[in-house]
């Protein structure tokens, strides 16, 4: 088994070498208070999540908003800090446990609730990488993270999601193919680095304009979440993937 690290960061650098994937890649930068500042400054609201963890856990959005005062979702919490002082000391806080901070997506939005994509993507000991399952996950409301079980979301096809999106007037097909073109080339990517790792649950959003993004990567999804889908098919081809993987 390799020895490099699986953390977001260690993977975020790696993929940010590509020239093709830099443009589907949110701003990312090691949490500090400088780090902080810069993107904040820069795009108005960021999100900072631990680099070890998985489903959610952890992650924050910061947001100016107005006079110099900030706005701190956390869960579906929601507190204001009146200036830089007081959003430095909290962050200082933050800082101590290994975090990111990231440009924040203006994702794409269902009947007003923002969605994000998983994309399994997966190999046979020597074949090359497939895309063999996509859906989305549709936030809570008043969340912004879309993870099911901690925002009380819901999953749908890709193509339910986009109808009753910002996205519905966009060909529906050349979006697909965008996503999958991303999500082979994430994985062909990172797939030197981690040879032993055959299944990739690619976490991917659109924005409110059709971009593809890039926002994290696991090497081991819940593959139960596409037994929430209608059709069981994908389910069943990622599972075959899996087990032809334990066999290997």
């Known amino acids: 088994m390799s020895s490099l690290s699986t953390s977001k960061w260690t993977k975020h650098k790696i993929l940010r070498r590509s020239k093709k994937l830099s443009a589907h890649l949110p701003e990312t930068e090691w949490l500090s208070e400088n780090s902080f500042m810069r993107l904040i400054n820069k ?4 999100i900072i999540k631990p680099t070890g963890s998985y489903g959610g856990n952890g992650v924050i959005q910061v947001k ?3 006079n110099s005062s ?10 204001t800090y009146t200036d830089h002082h007081a959003i430095t000391a909290y962050i200082k806080k ?3 446990n290994n975090n990111i901070v990231q ?5 794409a939005t269902k009947h007003g609730r923002p969605f994000d994509l998983r994309v399994m993507v997966q190999r046979h000991t020597k074949s090359d990488w497939q895309v063999t399952g996509m ?3 549709v936030a809570g409301k008043g969340y912004i993270i879309t993870n099911i079980q901690r925002s009380g979301g819901r999953v749908v096809t890709v193509e339910k999601a986009i109808q009753g999106s910002e996205l519905q007037n966009m060909p529906t097909a050349a979006l697909l193919a965008d996503l999958r073109r991303v999500a082979l080339q994430t ?3 990172l797939g030197p680095s981690y040879r032993w790792v055959k299944t990739m649950g690619i976490d991917m959003a659109f924005d409110k304009q059709g971009h593809v993004w890039i926002i994290e990567v696991n090497f081991a999804p819940m593959l139960e979440l596409f037994l ?3 059709n069981k098919a994908a389910f069943r081809t990622i599972k075959s993937f899996h087990a032809s993987r334990k066999q290997a």
């Open 187 to 189: 994985a062909n990517k």
């Open 64 to 66: 100016t908003s107005g």
């Open 43 to 46: 795009y108005g609201q960021v």
């Open 70 to 79: 900030y706005e701190v979702q956390d869960g579906a919490k929601t507190r």
């Open 228 to 230: 929430k889908l209608p």
């Open 135 to 137: 859906l989305a996950k």
């Open 103 to 107: 440009q924040r997506i203006p994702l």
């Open 94 to 96: 933050k800082v101590k």
